[in-house]
């Protein structure tokens, strides 16, 4: 059997690995190499660009299609008026995949039909507008009285995005160019962060984030202007489970779900393993906080091919993260990165226990410590060192350096170098050399070295981590450091 599909949508993705399992014959057509690249790697037929009705019947005829399924985007009523008409004159069977609707979720917000009517309602109100919509409308908000300085506008780093940007003379500090979904605390900081008064968005379903939108708007007391969903007037619409049972007879094979805890090594792309690319490569999401993201799009390409065509999530919380993939059960293959070592003072650890009363299929990859890496560059022997963290707790240096000769720890922007040095100097410590490190693994990496007296003016990176040498002494043939 052969089956044509429309859109580079995750119902799209999921629809069309669904039924390459039950043994058909796919190709995918997308408008965009961003639909591809949503898409498994290894999806034979996969056809990029824009189709118009007659380019659609005609491929239909030619190709003998047995099925087409429309997995659009809610929004694209023009694509499916016209795979409809296509369908209709070739004479070939037609699914239409649609989004659950979220009825008394909306409560509260202001609907409007289009982009035209939403850009008139807020030309009449005052404050900073999210807009969450995409380019292909963004023109209609030049309707909106100083639109330049109010508009903010989050999409996705296309050259035609761009180019709608430059002529509507956007400045680059209200573009926010980023690939969702997004968690609702990152659209939360997001209507924080910017002044947002207003936030302009679609019902794209739990698919398209929307849930998280609305939530995190509420929840900052922000507008809400929704466009609602066109009227294709394209009869029943199924799920896609329900599309996979009317297609093969068969229902969806629920292959189980595989998490991946990875260690990302210190901080540059150049201390992660080989094992961590290789699994990278393979995942459809990929979740971490914005710093360990940011590595990924270091990596040469020599490691990761075409690069790493995953969806990102910004997030480390293990319950944040669990409700996120509560809410979105069509990624399968999932990465959550830990920068450093996941077994040193990590939130790997809350994770993979939030993970074990799961039925997800879990395995750690490790990565590089910053004390390993730290110590292997002033060559000591770290298993001379005693190992703690100042990053959200508090340890005592003063009692541990007596006891060792090597402390490590990790600081943090209110445990910094400077607050633990000022301890040891209180605690009659003020000669213990301290070695600190900024920036580690990085080209701009740095080594500084003194005493901790004179580390109590000093100012470092507030990420930085710190070495503590206490040299013992020999009092009648026996060693102390006291």
Not at 30 to 51: F, I, M, N, S
Not at 332 to 353: H, N, P, W, Y
Not at 385 to 397: E, W
């Amino acid at each position: 059997m052969k089956v044509a599909v429309f859109g580079g949508t995750t119902e799209g993705r999921v629809l069309s690995e669904q039924l390459r399992l039950h043994g058909l014959t796919v190709h995918v057509y997308v408008a965009t190499d961003y639909g591809k690249e949503v898409l498994p790697k290894d999806t034979e037929h996969v056809h990029v660009g824009r189709l118009s009705e007659e380019d659609m019947r005609e491929l239909l005829a030619n190709d003998a299609f047995d099925c087409c399924v429309d997995a659009t985007h809610p929004y694209a009523s023009e694509v499916t008026k016209h795979i409809a008409a296509a369908c209709e004159k070739t004479g070939t069977k037609l699914l239409r995949i649609g989004r659950r609707k979220l009825g008394d979720f909306n409560a509260g917000i202001v609907s409007v039909s289009d982009a035209k009517e939403a850009a008139a309602y807020l030309a009449e109100k005052k404050g900073r507008i999210l807009i969450t919509t995409g380019s292909k409308e963004l023109s209609d908000f030049s309707a909106i009285p100083d639109y330049r300085e109010r508009l903010v506008v989050r999409l996705l780093a296309t050259e035609e995005a761009m180019s709608v940007c430059d002529r509507m003379e956007i400045p680059g500090a209200n573009r926010i160019c980023m690939q969702g979904p997004f968690s609702e605390t990152m659209n939360y900081t997001t209507l924080r962060d910017y002044g947002i008064d207003w936030l302009v968005t679609k019902e794209s379903g739990t698919a398209g984030g929307y849930e998280e939108k609305i939530r995190a708007a509420k929840r900052a007391g922000v507008g809400i202007v929704v466009i609602g969903r066109p009227v294709t007037g394209q009869g029943t619409e199924y799920t896609v489970a329900e599309a996979v049972q009317i297609i093969t007879g068969k229902s969806m094979k629920e292959e189980p779900k595989e998490v991946y805890v990875i260690g990302v090594g210190v901080g540059s792309s150049d201390m992660m393993t080989l094992g961590a690319l290789r699994m990278l490569v393979k995942c459809d999401l990929v979740i971490g906080a914005k710093r360990v993201l940011e590595t990924m799009d270091e990596i040469p390409a020599v490691f990761v091919g075409e690069g790493i065509a995953a969806t990102r999530y910004t997030e480390y919380r293990a319950a944040y993260i669990m409700e996120y993939l509560e809410a979105h059960p069509e990624y399968r293959r999932i990465a959550i990165l830990f920068s450093g070592d996941v077994g040193f003072f990590s939130g790997a650890k809350d994770m993979l226990t939030t993970l074990s009363d799961t039925d997800y299929k879990t395995e750690v990859l490790p990565g590089i410590a910053s004390p390993i890496y730290m110590m292997d560059k002033l060559r000591i022997p770290w298993q001379e060192v005693r190992m703690v963290s100042n990053h959200g707790r508090d340890a005592d240096l003063v009692t541990m350096l007596r006891q060792n000769r090597y402390v490590f720890s990790l600081t943090d922007s209110a445990r910094t170098v400077a607050s633990l040095c000022a301890d040891l100097t209180a605690g009659g410590l003020g000669d213990v050399k301290v070695t600190v490190g900024e920036r580690l693994s990085y080209p701009d990496e740095r080594f500084t070295t003194g005493t901790a007296v004179e580390m109590t003016q000093s100012a470092f990176d507030k990420l930085s981590v710190a070495l503590f040498e206490h040299e013992p002494k020999r009092l009648d043939g026996v060693v102390t450091w006291e």
